[in-house]
């Protein structure tokens, strides 16, 4: 039986360890964890989700104060149209993002950005626009487009100078969707230089319903594969969503993917930017603590711990300060469902809000405890110590395990 380490993924004459390791966003894949993967050959991606905030965490800025107090009078009204973006400042935010993992990056590895399109923040073109150029202009090797279709994303950095060098890619979860994709962007004549398959087992959010236990990733993969073939079109394959051991990848590397995409397994390492109580959350975990839920404004069913302290928290809509989620008309789903809560409840001094949950505000908290569908699987990765806690692990530790092992098996830390 096949390992990984007898697979390479290949672009052009570049040969990378067939291992990617998925954008989670709001800063879950952190810088830290990208740079140790590329590190060790392969590809880690940052995410650009929230990245004013992260910055001001990361580098001292002040983008999320100066915002609130520009649109402070707004805040009360449940009217977010005014509430908007400053362009140069989220350009220089996700440059200095960029900047930051491309400057440290050592290693014969990749380091990719997810840029998810559902983060339309009340002008969708716009915005995607300038976090697009402004990642390629800060030198980073890739970008994967995410959490939707993307059927104008290339086109909106046609002119960038890298458009043609750059690695683009795009997480699809059907034939389906690539096809419209490609369909799309043939004028361009600009192909995706991988395409992300991401069935029903991953975290985040699904590009499924909520009859996402019908689908399985081996099909998926097998009909994106037939479909290329068909189109006469090479475009490597990643497979991601639920692939939790290194057999489990083997598996797909031999059905014809060019590589896995994980991320799960990476929650529970020292370099990922979960708080460590929320580490050990994860580890804990049972299967029956795992769902999917609606309550993401974004409309896709997303999958999270039940015990997430965001869920059901009424808290007041934060778009001031964040606003990712507001739509071209400045509306979010949580808005609404929050206001119906208040007018329900006149004169109450707190409300609880079950239909949404106000995204932005909890994953930059990290209470909305986003996990793929393994992660009750954690705990058979590490030991525990005598007080009941789990270890961390190392980043190398799980790249390496995926890289190396066999027959099922799962390498403990020293
Ligand atoms: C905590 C967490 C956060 C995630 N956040 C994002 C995200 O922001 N954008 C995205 O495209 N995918 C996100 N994902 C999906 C992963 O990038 C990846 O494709 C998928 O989870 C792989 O499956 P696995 O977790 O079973 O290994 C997230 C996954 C996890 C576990």
């Given amino acids: 039986m096949k390992r990984v380490d007898d697979f390479r ?5 570049q040969e990378l360890v067939p291992i990617v390791i998925g954008g989670m966003g709001v800063d879950i894949s952190t810088v830290e964890l990208a740079l140790e993967v590329a590190r060790l050959g392969g590809i880690g991606h940052i995410s650009d989700a929230m990245v004013q905030t992260v910055s001001d965490r ?12 520009k649109y402070k009078a707004n805040v009360a009204s449940s009217d977010k149209s005014a509430v908007h973006f400053n362009l140069a400042e989220l350009e220089e935010a996700t440059r200095s993002h960029v900047l930051h993992a491309m400057d440290a990056k050592r290693g014969d590895g990749m380091i990719f950005i997810n840029c998810m399109e559902k983060l339309t923040m009340n002008a969708p073109r ?8 402004a990642a390629l202009d800060a030198g980073i090797d890739g970008i994967t487009l995410s959490a939707g279709l993307h059927l104008g994303s ?10 043609r060098d750059a690695k683009l890619g795009i997480i699809v979860s059907s034939p389906r969707a690539l096809a419209m994709f490609l369909r799309k962007n043939a004028r361009l004549q600009r192909l995706p230089d991988y395409v992300v398959v991401e069935g029903p087992l991953a975290g985040g959010h699904l590009g499924f319903g909520m009859d996402w236990a019908q689908y399985d990733l081996r099909s998926i993969v097998a009909e994106v594969l037939a479909f290329l073939k068909a189109e006469h079109l090479d475009i490597p394959v990643i ?13 797909f590397l031999e059905q014809g993917a060019a590589a896995v995409q994980v991320a799960t397994r990476f929650t529970v390492t020292r370099e990922c930017g979960l708080p460590d109580k929320v580490k050990q959350e994860y580890f804990r975990a049972s299967e029956d603590d795992i769902e999917v839920n609606t309550i993401s404004p974004t409309g ?8 997430s302290p965001g869920i059901g928290a009424g808290i007041r809509p934060n778009c001031e300060a964040y606003g990712y989620l507001l739509d071209a008309k400045g ?6 469902a929050y206001n119906s809560q208040v ?19 909890h994953m930059r908290n990290f209470d909305i405890w986003t996990c793929g569908q393994t992660t009750w699987r954690l705990k058979d990765t590490t030991r525990r110590a005598p007080d009941g806690s789990y270890q961390v692990l190392s980043a190398e530790q799980v790249f390496h395990d995926y890289q190396f092992s066999v027959d099922q098996k799962i390498a403990l830390p020293p």
């Fill in 9 to 13: 993924l290949r672009f052009g004459k």
């Fill in 58 to 69: 990361r580098f001292d800025t002040n983008f999320v104060s100066q915002k609130l107090k």
């Fill in 126 to 133: 716009e915005t995607l626009r300038m976090r697009l150029s």
């Fill in 154 to 163: 290339f086109a909106l950095i046609e002119d960038h100078p890298r458009f």
């Fill in 239 to 251: 497979a991601a969503g639920g692939i939790f051991t290194g057999s489990d990848a083997a598996a």
């Fill in 300 to 307: 896709y069913p997303m999958r999270m711990l039940k015990g």
């Fill in 331 to 336: 509306r979010c789903a949580y808005i609404d």
């Fill in 343 to 361: 007018e329900l409840h006149p004169g109450a001094k707190k409300v609880s809000v079950h239909d949404k949950t106000c995204l932005c505000t």
